[in-house]
């Protein structure tokens, strides 16, 4: 089974602390994502990376950054966190060409206080 | 106007019912997803389709590329279907989804 997995499932940080978040996938997919879900918003994408060293920005790419150094590794960077970064992190990933099925991780909930 | 709308966003359905939730897209796209995330659960991926129709148990989606629309069904539901059902398009020259804004569905013994 493809394992996708968060680094930590609760954070909480103060505002203007950098936050990592890390997610590790096991089955050498190309594709990796990260979202955030608000409600009413649904999920939205703040970054991709098709393959190492690659990435895209999504929908909302502000304030954050992210980074691929290996293929199973996609990490999403909060410079400076702020309170309306609060929110649920999803990391994703997917094999192929394009995005093929999804996996995603069991999600990071951060509060920013 | 989000590109991928979806309906109803809520929906109450006694176990048993067979249940339908409509994804309709505005772009062309090159498949689309199928998610299911339960309270407080992980999200998980039930379908990828680009043609035709795809069955697993008791869920069936379809999809309409010419009337840029898919259906999700489930048939005898249960209240463990209960669960946020949201769907997603991918574009036909990009790796970007764009997501509905998910179908909240409530299943009652």
């Known amino acids: 089974d493809v394992k996708v997995t968060q680094s930590s499932r609760y954070l909480v940080k103060r505002t203007g602390e950098k936050v990592f978040l890390e997610c590790v996938q096991d089955m050498d997919h190309e594709n990796m994502f990260w979202y955030r879900q608000d409600p009413g918003l649904g999920l939205r994408l703040i970054y991709f990376s098709y393959d190492v060293k690659m990435k895209e920005k999504g929908d909302i790419p502000e304030g954050y950054s992210v980074s691929r150094e290996k293929k199973e590794r996609f990490s999403l960077i909060l410079e400076s966190a702020s309170t309306n970064q609060t929110s649920m992190y999803l990391c994703?990933?997917?094999?192929?060409?394009?995005?093929?099925?999804?996996?995603f991780g069991e999600g990071s909930r951060l509060t920013v206080l | 106007k989000n590109e991928v709308e979806q309906s109803p966003q809520n929906l109450t359905a006694q176990e048993g019912e067979f249940i339908t939730i409509n994804c309709s897209y505005s772009v062309g796209i090159s498949a689309l997803h199928w998610l299911q995330q339960h309270p407080g659960g992980g999200i998980v991926s039930l379908f990828m389709?680009?043609?035709g129709k795809k069955k697993h148990g008791r869920l069936i989606a379809t999809i309409n590329i010419q009337e840029k629309h898919s259906s999700l069904h489930i048939t005898a539901s249960h209240p463990r279907d209960s669960a946020v059902y949201t769907c997603a398009a991918l574009g036909g020259s990009n790796y970007k989804l764009t997501f509905g804004k998910g179908t909240l569905l409530t299943v009652n013994p």
């Open positions: 994703a990933s997917s094999l192929g060409y394009k995005a093929g099925e999804l996996f």
């Open positions: 389709l680009s043609s």
